[in-house]
């Protein structure tokens, strides 16, 4: 890929960015009730009011990295919906569970009561991440205090008693290491040391390096498969919930871990990340007969419990843009470039809708529009914006750099 290429690259994405951007603040904005619609119909209509607290706070964090790291996002209205989305996440996501502890809803009526409950952590996480967003772009100590209160019971949840997540221990149960797990706590670790100083960097290296730790027990037999399930001593699961693998997540954990090697200086984590998480779900994970990443996949090719698994999605495309161009601007390998040249292909002439805006989410295995609704209550502001974002910002540092 010429460097002509790479700036017309840069240019689609950026109008690309603009687009989806658009498409949300016209929509998605309840100006009666605060929060956000998620559930968008393909030309902008809302088909269903509630409100998903991971998708809120993935929208505010969203609204508030553009506005505090993008000149051209840097608006009244965009600053306006984060901190609107920020005081209805405040006000109504919080709910107080057995133990006395806060747990947050899942799902809240239109007007902000608690709907529905998840015994995971992910509502939790993306809380986190819109509090400590918002409070880097408004000042707000309290919301940063917040935040970090609700990752220190997150870590007593994951680290050392699960029970305040609601899930009884059943007899046949056998605790799992899953990979959207320490994945997940990783993003956390980053976002929240993002410039806040040494003292909290120190704070959290020693959660940075076990999340790690529980990263690279997924890679299994021998090297040659990232496993999306393992057991808590690292050993492969049995059944298929064991031979799962799931190509998107895989990816996306490669990326993180190239940001964690970037951060401390650790190159051999870089190279586990390029080579592990980044080239080898592509070499199972792409359909060479029709393209585009599976979503799900057994690793004896056994067809996954999932009966989904042959679709193509739309965040585990994204997931592979911003690795392979990652990986490429820290490597500058051709191939890896050349992958990311076949992903981008893929990817610009199947998801986006030219006419409506914003991109479809799901596709056929032949790549035809199976679902045309832009949002659901999977589907957000996240996904496709932070990957434009950051491919954006990879692409100019590659361009400034050429040479």
Not at 109 to 130: N, P, W
Not at 306 to 316: D, N, R, T
Request: aromatic share 12%.
């Amino acid at each position: 890929m010429s460097v002509v290429m790479l700036e017309k690259c840069r240019e689609n994405i950026q109008k690309q960015l603009d687009n989806v951007v658009d498409f949300w603040l016209k929509y998605s904005h309840d100006r009666v009730h605060g929060g956000f619609f998620t559930c968008i119909g393909r030309d902008g209509n809302i088909y269903d009011e509630l409100k998903y607290v991971w998708l809120q706070g993935r929208q505010v964090w969203m609204y508030c990295r553009l506005y505090r790291t993008m000149d051209r996002f840097h608006k009244p209205e965009i600053l306006e919906a984060a901190v609107a989305g920020g005081a209805f996440l405040r006000k109504f996501a919080r709910v107080s569970n057995s133990s006395g502890q806060w747990k947050c809803a899942f799902c809240l009526t239109r007007d902000g009561k608690a709907l529905k409950v998840q015994r995971t952590i992910f509502s939790e996480c993306f809380y986190i991440m819109a509090m400590d967003e918002l409070s880097k772009v408004t000042g707000d100590k309290d919301m940063q205090l917040e935040a970090e209160q609700m990752m220190e019971q997150l870590i007593y949840w994951v680290q050392v008693d699960p029970s305040g997540l609601g899930r009884p221990q059943l007899p046949g149960e056998v605790p799992i290491n899953s990979l959207s797990v320490p994945m997940m706590l990783m993003c956390l670790v980053q976002q929240i040391t993002e410039g806040r100083g040494q003292e909290v960097s120190q704070k959290y290296k020693e959660l940075g390096i076990w999340c790690v730790q529980q990263i690279l027990q997924h890679i299994q037999r021998a090297g040659t498969a990232i496993l999306e399930n393992v057991s808590v001593d690292g050993s492969e699961l049995p059944g298929c919930q064991g031979r799962l693998q799931n190509p998107g997540h895989a990816l996306e954990a490669g990326w993180f871990l190239m940001l964690y090697g970037a951060q401390w200086g650790d190159k051999e984590i870089q190279r586990t990340a390029i080579r592990n998480f980044v080239e080898l779900p592509y070499q199972y994970g792409w359909d060479k007969e029709h393209g585009g990443l599976f979503y799900f996949l057994d690793v004896d090719g056994h067809c996954p419990t999932q009966l989904e698994w042959s679709m193509k999605l739309w965040w585990p495309h994204c997931e592979a843009l911003i690795a392979f161009l990652m990986a490429y601007n820290h490597t500058r390998k051709p191939e890896l470039l050349e992958i990311f040249s076949e992903v981008y292909q893929y990817t610009f002439s199947h998801f986006p809708d030219a006419e409506n805006g914003e991109w479809f989410g799901y596709l056929t295995q032949e790549g035809k529009v199976a679902l045309d609704f832009k949002g659901g209550p999977f589907k957000g502001f996240f996904h496709v914006p932070r990957c434009l974002y950051m491919c954006e910002r990879i692409l100019d540092d590659l361009l400034e750099n050429k040479d």
